[in-house]
T-cell receptor, first 113, second 114 residues
């Protein structure tokens, strides 16, 4: 059974800092890994999708890496801003379960001015 | 594409009533998922369909919950009878089963059972 763990559970940083969110998963037979953002009371917004054959993806100030063999992914946020405050969720899509998506518990990020 | 469309956005109902949540996936997607999110338990997968066929419903809490996907463009999640502990946000997501495509989530239905 796939398990996804995110560390840290919560993170508070001053504006302008670069930060790293971590995600680990137990079964490397995945289609892809996806990072989502969720604002309070809102739905999930997809940030980055990394295919199983890829090592990283970039979008603006966001960079996500994937090391499938070790079951790890990181989300790097450069020059953080208060608007980045949200919960960040990592999810993997299982090859062995019709692409079933398994989520981590999320990292609550607060960027203070 | 309008994305994954869920209705209603909010639902308030009395305990014991039947509740039906609706989802229209993105056209062409062949996988559909129903999730429930609560503060205590986070995001829980309830059931998922592949090509309209239910693949795994082990996440469905109990017999009061049922889900159908009569065609590729529509799915329902029904709770009968509803209970206060069913209060949560219910999300629907769809995808094309492939490493090249991620999942798109609907905006969710916030259910409150009083």
């Amino acid at each position: 059974k796939q398990e996804v763990t995110q560390i840290p559970a919560a993170l508070s940083v001053p504006e302008g800092e670069n930060l790293v969110l971590n995600c680990s998963f137990t079964d490397s037979a995945i289609y892809n890994l996806q990072w989502f953002r969720q604002d309070p009371g809102k739905g999930l917004t997809s940030l980055l999708l990394i295919q199983s054959s890829q090592r990283e993806q970039t979008s603006g100030r966001l960079n996500a890496s994937l090391d499938k063999s070790s079951g790890r992914s990181t989300l790097y946020i450069a020059a953080s801003q208060p608007g980045d405050s949200a919960t960040y969720l990592c999810a993997v899509s299982d090859m062995t379960s019709y692409g079933k998506l398994t989520f981590g518990q999320g990292t609550i990020l607060t960027v203070h001015p | 594409d309008a994305g994954v469309i869920q209705s209603p956005r909010h639902e308030v109902t009395e305990m014991g009533q039947e509740v039906t949540l609706r989802c229209k996936p993105i056209s062409g997607h062949n996988s559909l998922f129903w999730y429930r999110q609560t503060m205590m338990r986070g995001l829980e997968l309830l059931i998922y369909f592949n090509n309209n066929v239910p693949i795994d419903d082990s996440g469905m809490p109990e017999d009061r919950f049922s889900a159908k996907m009569p065609n590729a463009s529509f799915s329902t999640l029904k709770i009968q009878p509803s209970e206060p502990r069913d209060s949560a946000v219910y999300f629907c997501a769809s995808s094309l089963q492939s490493e090249f495509y991620g999942y798109t989530f609907g905006s969710g239905t916030r259910l409150t059972v009083v």
